[in-house]
């Protein structure tokens, strides 16, 4: 299994187990990036997600070792703790699975396991990778126009809301925003 290193982008992404859902409500759907700030935030720069009914993916480098001991000595956690980027992912889906299962009143697992991660290993794999994040609700039928769709990062670079994203590297990695937005509508 691939491990986590730091300075490296990864598209980390799974399902539900047994392909179930993993959201039942909007609010199902913005808990689970409050939970993913919270666990994930000190570990892993982020660039991108979307979060469908059954699955989600995310576009994320670990953090430099250095940056993480920062982040995490600022951090809320109830663990003092820093361990593998792994761990902390661990430790956010187990989060989210509780809820759920008390929510829905359901036990067990809510995710496949083990999670998947691919390395991006080129700048126009990261831009290839984005599109296609974005893009997932058309893919799938959840939506006709991706733009619309409101549980993914597309919104956060056309319309400059505040948010967690590092939107000046993925911005830098484009080109600029006109590139950003051609690369998504393939505008020539």
């Known amino acids: 299994m691939l491990k986590l ?7 980390i992404y799974n399902r539900g187990n047994n392909k179930e859902r993993l959201f039942y409500s909007s609010r199902n759907y913005e808990f689970f990036l409050a939970k993913f700030k919270y666990h ?20 994320v480098s670990v953090r430099s070792v250095a940056e993480q001991k920062r982040l995490f000595s600022d951090a809320n ?3 003092n703790l820093l361990r593998s980027p792994s761990r902390h992912l661990g430790n956010f889906f187990n989060s989210y699975t509780q809820s759920i299962n008390k929510e829905r009143n359901r036990t ?3 995710f496949q396991r083990p999670f998947k991660r691919k390395e991006i290993d080129s700048d126009k794999y990261f831009r290839k990778l984005l599109v296609y ?6 893919h ?6 991706f733009s619309a769709y409101p549980f993914s990062s597309f919104k956060y670079y056309v319309n400059k809301e505040d948010t967690f994203l590092n939107r000046d ?4 990695l484009f080109g600029g925003i006109e590139n950003f937005k051609k690369a998504h509508f393939l505008i020539e």
């Open 5 to 11: 290193q730091p300075n490296k982008y990864y598209h």
């Open 40 to 59: 994930c935030f000190h570990v892993f720069d982020t660039y991108g997600y979307c979060l469908m009914n059954n699955h989600f993916h995310f576009l």
């Open 77 to 79: 956690l109830k663990s």
């Open 108 to 110: 067990g697992t809510l």
């Open 133 to 138: 994040i974005h893009q997932n609700p058309t």
């Open 140 to 145: 799938h039928k959840f939506e006709r126009e």
């Open 169 to 172: 590297k993925t911005l830098d």
